[in-house]
């Protein structure tokens, strides 16, 4: 047994003092005004709140990653199908939105499944021949211009229905809190799709999969606006909490406030965040309880297992291509609900957010900083290196200053100076370079 593995399996401290470490700097930021920390509450919460979206985020790599072995390089794409959810789901209808073209729309898309469909029955059906692959062929072409006939109208009408304004169906206008269940659906079924395709191949044909069903599925997002306007933005999405200006127009609360003695701008926005903070901490404890129970079934001992061995696996007379299908399904769906989550804390969708550095590249670095494997460990991860991402920013410039006080005003000061806000990427990859080469099982790794 080695070294690393003996200091995980002998720590049972390690992971509450690293939490207690985290919920110290969560309060310092809130409570002390200092270089390093603002003193403000309503900061320290939305970083917190962000950094409990980012955590469930992590828990669904680390499903992929920590107990199967999947390499998921799309996260963005499935965070971003979940951000799709509240649009669909919580927002009013369009008027006119639905009757210019929204039947339509429907049936294009049920053309479309249909003929990949039948395109595959027919593939497995005949014999193989030169003659399966010209009739397929001729299917899929027949189906195309099927679906683009019955499409492209459809939606030339939708998006000239009110188009300064709308210009897209709208939703359900349902509960905004159904939609977050929703994203994990949506997600879960892109998952199923690409994992069909790439899954029982060699894994880095799964990477290759998941990068480019990420980008189509943002690039559709940013395109499509009949769908949800595009690069035009939705916004006023519903909220699942309170309005900070009916919280200020609120006597009772005006009063309330004055008793906490804070201002009641300030006390409404604390109030708000501490209202999405409990309704994320409900979801993230739920999924760690599903998640931990998972683990340590039969099922989550067969996924690590297949993890470690898929060849022993497979002679044991385990599915491990059904299996991992299972798992980035499963997956998928938690990053989905992230995604929803997302979205309704910021009420806005706006598909050119969607960067691949920040919702790809600083995930994993939230899973392997914390513990690969370890569910507590992804969600340790996940809000301190997102408390961290967002400080860099501030104490760039602070270090970059007493870094170059020697220097002489002007050429390499002014030019140091001027980089210092990309502080952020340096400091994410020398965390990053420091737990690889001190602890690379993570922070708080698997037992």
């Known amino acids: 047994m080695s070294t690393n593995r003996q200091a995980g399996a002998s720590s049972p401290w390690r992971a509450p003092i690293l939490f207690a470490i985290l919920a110290l700097l969560i309060i310092l930021e809130g409570s002390w005004r200092s270089a390093l920390f603002s003193g403000s509450w309503n900061t320290a919460l939305a970083i917190l709140n962000m950094g409990l979206i980012s955590a469930i985020t992590a828990l669904g790599v680390n499903m992929q990653w920590g107990y199967a072995g999947l390499f998921n390089v799309g996260v963005v794409g499935f965070l971003a199908l979940g951000g799709l959810a509240p649009v669909l789901v919580s927002l ?31 593939w497995r059906k005949l ?97 499509e606006e009949w769908l949800a306007r595009g690069v035009k933005n939705i916004t006023s999405i519903p909220r699942p909490v309170g309005y900070e200006i009916q919280l200020q127009q609120n006597p009772e609360f005006q009063q309330a406030a004055a008793n906490w003695g804070f201002p009641v701008a300030e006390a409404s926005g604390i109030w708000v965040k501490l209202s999405y903070m ?54 998928s769906a938690v990053i989905g609900i992230a995604g929803a989550m997302m979205i309704t804390l910021d009420g806005l969708m706006a598909p050119t957010g969607y960067n691949p550095l920040r ?18 460990g992804a969600v340790l991860g996940a809000v301190l290196i997102w408390f961290l991402w967002i400080k860099a920013e501030a104490w760039g410039p602070q270090l970059m200053s007493l870094l170059t006080s020697p220097l002489p005003d002007g050429g390499l000061k002014s030019h140091l100076m001027s980089s210092a806000a990309h502080m952020r990427f340096i400091a994410m990859g020398a965390v990053l370079l420091l737990v690889l080469r001190f602890a690379p099982r993570g922070l708080v790794p698997e037992k």
């Open 92 to 122: 009013p209808p369009v008027e006119g939105g639905w009757a210019a073209g929204g039947p339509r729309v429907l049936v294009a898309l049920a053309s479309g499944l249909g003929t990949l469909a039948l395109a595959v029955v027919l």
């Open 127 to 223: 014999a193989k021949s030169w003659l399966r692959g010209l009739v397929v062929l001729a299917v899929l072409i027949a189906g195309f211009v099927l679906y683009r006939e019955l499409f492209d109208p459809a939606v030339t009408a939708i998006e000239a229905n009110q188009s300064a304004r709308y210009g897209n169906l709208g939703g359900l206008g349902w509960p905004v809190l159904l939609s977050w269940p929703v994203g994990g659906l949506f997600a879960a079924a892109a998952a199923w799709g690409v994992g069909k395709v790439a899954l029982g191949l060699r894994s880095d044909y799964l990477a290759i999969a998941t990068l480019g069903i990420g980008e189509i599925i943002v690039a559709v997002l940013k395109n």
């Open 278 to 331: 409990s309704l994320f901490l409900v979801v993230l404890l739920v999924l760690i309880l599903l998640a931990e129970l998972a683990l340590k079934s039969p099922w989550g001992r067969m996924m690590r297992a297949i993890r470690d061995n898929e060849t022993a696996a497979e002679a044991m007379g385990k599915n491990v291509t059904n299996r991992h299908l299972q798992v980035f399904v499963i997956g």
């Open 359 to 376: 919702y790809t590249f600083l995930i994993w670095v939230m899973v392997i900083v914390g513990g690969s494997g370890n569910n507590w």
